[in-house]
């Protein structure tokens, strides 16, 4: 099951793209309470929008972004049918992707 759920609705011609992303993302200066050691750092480096093949948003991130973390996008157009994907890729070289067409 993909950690990424997209979801996409139809705006005045344009199209709001809305995702949900389940990862840790830990910045590495969290310490764990049972052992008193810092977690190491595991958060996503870039997350990539595309839509039909195409890239429309490339997001370099840090750290400081929250765990589960919530984007959305305004794409002007779109249309029923057309496909759009997200990917991810963190810091520990894990990887995700999810595709969806928009209805």
Not at 68 to 75: E, G, K, N, R
Request: aromatic share 4%.
């Amino acid at each position: 099951m993909s950690s990424i759920k997209i979801r996409t609705k139809r705006l005045d011609g344009n199209t709001q793209i809305r995702t949900l992303i389940s990862h840790p993302m830990e910045h590495g200066r969290n310490k764990d309470k049972t052992t008193n050691k810092l977690i190491p750092a595991h958060y996503i480096q870039v997350l990539t929008v595309t839509h039909n093949g195409k890239p429309i948003a490339i997001c370099n991130m840090g750290a400081g972004i929250s765990k589960d973390p919530y984007f959305a996008f305004l794409l002007k157009g779109g249309s029923p049918g057309d496909q759009i994907t997200i990917d991810w890729v963190d810091n520990l070289g894990n990887k995700d992707s999810e595709k969806h067409t928009i209805t």
